[in-house]
């Protein structure tokens, strides 16, 4: 694969900041329906206590948009129980009718894979049938074969620069992975967009966030390789 073929600018957006506090930052998620492959709901790491009216707007809006919707659920790296993971899948599925499950802080070895998948499994069972695993690196290969989409890069734009791709990827459809870099100038919105299908990942996220909570920004227009410069 070489930047020559433009990619195919799909994005999956983790918005982390309430609809209340940045109207706009959600507006101009649905204004991109077509260019989103997803976008990650998450109210108060997770679902919330309860259902969130603003939340719940928003979801209702990007349904009618066609945009998939995944829930945010916290592994806590495999030791948050099995019961709590999945009554924060019940809730996305009850409160915001997600099409999905966002798992994050996702284990990479392979000991816990068969933890993942019955995760996986069981997300599936309650109406959520879009699973993508966010471990921020590239985990044992096994667990190509549990989710629908891994997260295998999560970090800064100067890290990105310099990560690298194991052979085993080769071996899955690009549109099975996503990189997920923030910290990136403007100028180089583009650049993470083909470097990351470059690297054999279609799907990516660039913002311009840093700090203790980078996803609060939504990407920038032009990111995903196509239109204008952003």
């Known amino acids: 694969m070489t930047s020559a073929s433009p990619p195919p600018g799909r994005l999956l957006v983790p918005l ?19 260019q989103l492959y997803a976008v990650v709901l998450n109210a108060a790491d997770g ?16 349904r009618a948009a066609g945009v998939r919707l995944l829930g945010y659920v916290d592994t806590a790296y495999g030791r948050r129980s099995p019961r709590a993971v999945l009554a924060d899948v019940h809730r996305h599925r009850r409160w915001y009718g997600v099409d999905g499950v966002f798992y994050d802080q996702v284990a990479a070895d392979r000991a816990l894979l068969p933890r993942y998948r019955r995760l996986v499994r069981a997300a599936r069972l309650l109406g959520a049938p879009t699973a993508v695993l966010n471990p921020g690196t590239h985990p044992d290969p096994g667990y190509a074969d549990v989710a629908d ?3 295998t890069f999560e970090g800064d734009w100067a890290s990105y620069r310099r990560a690298r791709v194991p052979p085993w990827t080769s071996g899955h459809a690009p549109r099975r992975f996503c990189h997920l870099v923030y910290g990136v100038p403007d100028s180089q919105r583009k650049k993470v967009a083909h470097t990351s299908y470059d690297r054999g990942a279609a799907l990516h996220c660039a913002v311009p966030g840093e700090g203790s909570n980078p996803w609060r920004y939504p990407p920038s227009g032009g990111d995903n390789g196509m239109g204008d410069d952003g």
């Open 47 to 62: 679902p919330g206590r309860h259902r969130d009216p603003a939340f719940h707007a928003v979801a209702r809006d990007l």
């Open 16 to 34: 982390y900041v309430h609809p209340t506090v940045d109207p706009a930052a959600w507006r101009a998620l649905r204004g991109r329906a077509r």
């Open 149 to 151: 989409v891994l997260v």
